[in-house]
């Protein structure tokens, strides 16, 4: 993840976002599975809500963003960050030695999990390897990663992070999905020294797979063993997230990882395994997931918009984390158009969460925990979002939460909503008081109650509607 989807290289095939959606994968495209297991968990996913994004990896100990700064031919937006005096390949080796130095030694899983929960996420997605190729599991395929000799951190108690991470989360009763790379710009069956591209690198492979089919394979067999890995070994894996659409059949430069065998094989043992193919479109993108946007209307297919709190999905020292009502302005926006929210988090380098992070994690909690209802297993319900409201239903009741977009307006007592279906009670949740309204041609003005009028508005008021 990253900015990269703006800055795609001109010459591979284009991918255009239109309304907050990845052309690959539109929703008039989307395929459902056939599985009724499968259409059973996305029904699962739908009512999440909530998702607890992390990337992390070496790159936090220098605050840039992940991966990218190794790829020439996206050097000019991701190095950006890049201000000591560095050549591009001295700046390959340093970041790729970046292994010899991270040693997270703050790092407590159970403290992530506890925030989480009280957070009110309801799943995790954890950068299990990024483009860079590090793994974040003891894995047997190489030796680049969190438990390798070279890294300090391999003797520590916690020292398989995703094994104790996925633990953690699962015992505060939250789903795990794991994020994949299917691209690998360390190992030397993807960027393979003394080939035709030479030094100069790009997000694809450093030869065409088509001219050296044997060590594509080899590839293939490398990324099938490590994702077999972790759907194997480490408890239950609910999606597999998959990053690096880039990797696919259909690009510029013939990428196929034959994705749907590995697949059909993890579901083997965990048939319940759904799978977000991202970009990509077709039977595995099980799941849409928008990138720092969000659909500009609703769309009735399993989707998530995956959106930082700060400004980086990748740790930076001294981010600016988005302010607690926009978070949850966010949120509403992103169920009342059907989807789910991946609000991502970069860890420290330490092993800690930031405390800008931690402030608004507990602070959307709470609010959660009085209005959570209005989210939690809802789904779409016309008219949807409307800037200043946000509809959902759960059965036949139809929630309204009425925004405000600073704390700065006073609360005045009439609030106008644009709701024209059937109304017999509105409430006020938080209070559960059942509020005076009346019917005016193009919705509902309600009267909230003299204990709400201040001068201070809240995040929102939530309303209760039944017929």
Known sequence: ??????????????????????????????????????????????????????????????????????????????RDGIDWDVDGEELKRQYFDLNK??????????????????????????????????????????????????????????????KHLFDAFRDKGLAIATYFSKADWHTPYYWAPDMERGNKTWRGPSYNPKEHPELWEK?????????????TKYGRIDVLWLDAGWVREGSRVWQDIRLGEVVERA??????????????????????????????????????????????FSFRYEDKYKPTRQLVHILLEVVAKGGNLALNVGPQPDGRLPEGAIVRMKEMGTWMKTYGEAVYGTRICAPYFTKQCAFTRKGNTVYCSYLYPSDNPPVEENVFIPYTGVVGKVELVGTDEVLDFNRVEDGVNITLPASELAEKAPIAHVFRITA
């Open 1 to 78: 993840m990253s900015e990269a989807t703006q800055h795609d290289d001109a010459q591979q095939e284009e991918q255009v976002v239109e309304l907050g959606v990845h052309n690959f994968s539109a929703e008039d495209e989307w395929v459902k599975p056939e599985e009724p297991q499968l259409q059973e968990r996305l029904e699962w996913f739908k009512d999440q809500k909530l998702g607890f994004m992390m990337h992390w990896g070496t790159y936090s100990q220098l605050g840039v963003v992940e991966s990218w700064a190794l790829s020439d031919e996206d050097a000019d937006w991701s």
């Open 101 to 162: 130095t991270f040693n997270p030694v703050r790092f407590q899983p159970d403290v992530w999990a506890d925030l989480a929960a009280e957070g009110g996420f309801k799943y995790l997605i954890f950068t299990t390897k990024h483009h860079d190729g590090f793994c974040m599991w003891d894995t047997q395929t190489t030796d680049y990663k969190i438990t390798g000799a070279d890294t300090p951190f391999h003797s520590h108690k916690y020292a398989d992070i995703c």
């Open 219 to 231: 590839f293939v067999q490398f990324t099938h063993e490590q994702i077999m890995e972790l759907l």
């Open 267 to 312: 579901r083997e043992q965990q048939p319940w395994l759904l799978s977000a193919d991202r970009t990509v479109g077709g039977p595995y993108e099980n799941i849409i997931t928008p990138e720092q946007t969000i659909p500009e209307g609703p769309m009735d297919v399993p989707w998530e918009s995956c959106i930082t709190m700060g400004t980086s």
